[in-house]
């Protein structure tokens, strides 16, 4: 996994084609490129990438974004030609290795309309700790999904 770079911005919102995020969060392309811009800036922003070095998938990370002290995993993407092939899983595990070893627990939230997603980190441990509705856009319900690391 590397950070992203500034002359990666339109290969990491190519990652948001046909998904159920840029249905809900990311339909206008102005405040998407701002927000991805502010991410990579911020240096938030990691991309896995094929041996080729294209980008393949992304994902936001904030360190200490959840109650000022736990991981928190904003957004994660796969380009839609490479979903299923265990890019997102592979991403996953990077967050929770490098948030478990700033904390005992990481954090997420998925929205209610986005089940792929939602098996996704049930398979991988996670757990529904609240439902928040309408936390980034009205009508759409954000389930706060938590992982407690491994017992130390």
């Given at each position: ?32 490129r701002a927000f991805i811009a502010r991410a990579v800036a911020n ?95 009205e009508g759409f319900d954000e389930h706060l999904m938590m992982k ?5």
């Amino acid at each position: 996994m590397d950070k992203a770079i500034t002359s990666e911005i339109g290969e990491i919102i190519d990652c948001l084609n046909d998904c159920a995020l840029k249905d809900a969060y990311f339909s206008d392309d102005a405040l998407t490129r701002a927000f991805i811009a502010r991410a990579v800036a911020n240096e938030e922003l990691y991309v896995c990438k094929d041996a080729s070095g294209t980008v393949t998938g992304f994902m936001i990370i904030d360190y200490a974004g959840m109650f000022s002290a736990f991981p928190y995993l904003k957004v994660i993407a796969v380009k839609p030609e490479v979903r299923r092939h265990g890019i997102g899983g592979m991403m996953l595990e990077y967050f929770e290795e490098t948030g478990f070893a700033r904390n005992t627990k990481v954090f997420l939230c998925a929205g209610d309309f986005n089940h792929d997603a939602i098996r996704l980190y049930e398979e991988n441990g996670y757990v529904k700790t609240g439902l928040i509705p309408s936390l980034y856009r009205e009508g759409f319900d954000e389930h706060l999904m938590m992982k407690a690391g491994p017992e130390v």
